[in-house]
């Protein structure tokens, strides 16, 4: 099934706002950052404490190994994601803060549950799945199919209206080709149903060709 970017950027930032007014920290995190760092779900996922923090404090980027190309790919963290990390890091766990934020080997976003050995792991990309949903009908976003690519696609969607650089967000994403990019977030439909509105106003007496 197709996955839906979030749109509307008024949307996004009524879902931050209601997933840290809820107290539902790591929710807020993981949504924020993931849309920003724009990485796959399972290299998101993945992340520990130690990716986002060094002795002395938040990194300026930091660097994986993707999981789907093995290639590496530096990550830099913006300032709002800088600001949102380090209130989630900070903030007691009794409030919605990292309940183990001075351990670097913890995942960055922690599941309730534990491994069978009794250590801390990552929330599942079924439960991913679940937080993005729920949090974009909450806003009112029903019709689109939100999950775990919503927040690549979001990112991706984004920039290209910025810019219309379809290059720079082909090699963000790491794509093989810029029609694949083209076709992961929708713009080529996208592209399909502005022609198909502006066809209509001029059939309507609307608009000249």
Same mark, same amino acid.
């Given at each position: 099934?197709?996955?839906?970017?979030?749109?509307?950027?008024?949307?996004?930032?009524?879902?931050?706002?209601?997933?840290?007014?809820?107290?539902?920290?790591?929710?807020?995190?993981?949504?924020?950052?993931?849309?920003?760092?724009?990485?796959?779900?399972?290299?998101?996922?993945?992340?520990?404490? %130690?990716?986002?923090?060094? &002795?002395?404090?938040?990194?300026?980027?930091?660097?994986?190994?993707?999981?789907?190309?093995?290639?590496?790919?530096?990550?830099?963290?913006?300032?709002?994601?800088? /600001?949102?990390?380090?209130?989630?890091?900070?903030?007691?766990?009794?409030?919605?803060?990292?309940?183990?934020?001075?351990?670097?080997?913890?995942?960055?976003?922690?599941?309730?549950?534990?491994?069978?050995? &009794?250590?801390?792991?990552?929330?599942?990309?079924?439960?991913?799945?679940?937080?993005?949903? /729920?949090?974009?009908?909450?806003?009112?976003?029903?019709? &689109?199919?939100?999950?775990?690519?919503?927040?690549?696609?979001?990112?991706?969607?984004?920039?290209?209206?910025?810019?219309?650089?379809? %290059? %720079?967000?082909?090699?963000?994403?790491?794509?093989?080709?810029?029609?694949?990019?083209?076709?992961?977030?929708?713009? /080529?439909?996208?592209?399909?149903?502005?022609?198909?509105?502006?066809?209509?106003?001029?059939?309507?007496?609307? &608009?000249?060709?």
């Amino acid at each position: 099934m197709r996955t839906d970017p979030i749109r509307d950027a008024a949307k996004i930032q009524e879902i931050k706002t209601n997933l840290r007014e809820d107290g539902r920290l790591r929710d807020w995190v993981v949504f924020s950052c993931g849309i920003s760092w724009a990485l796959r779900v399972g290299d998101l996922l993945s992340l520990t404490v %130690g990716d986002v923090m060094n &002795g002395v404090g938040l990194r300026e980027s930091f660097v994986i190994r993707q999981q789907k190309t093995g290639q590496t790919v530096r990550v830099d963290i913006t300032n709002s994601c800088r /600001d949102t990390l380090a209130f989630y890091l900070t903030e007691r766990p009794s409030l919605g803060g990292h309940p183990m934020a001075n351990d670097h080997s913890a995942p960055l976003f922690p599941s309730r549950k534990r491994n069978a050995g &009794g250590s801390p792991r990552p929330i599942t990309r079924q439960q991913l799945a679940r937080i993005i949903r /729920d949090a974009c009908h909450e806003v009112g976003l029903m019709d &689109g199919n939100y999950s775990t690519h919503t927040l690549r696609k979001t990112w991706g969607y984004h920039a290209y209206k910025l810019e219309k650089d379809i %290059g %720079g967000v082909q090699h963000k994403l790491g794509h093989q080709s810029q029609a694949a990019t083209l076709k992961y977030l929708g713009l /080529d439909e996208d592209h399909v149903r502005d022609l198909s509105e502006q066809v209509d106003a001029v059939l309507n007496g609307e &608009g000249v060709v």
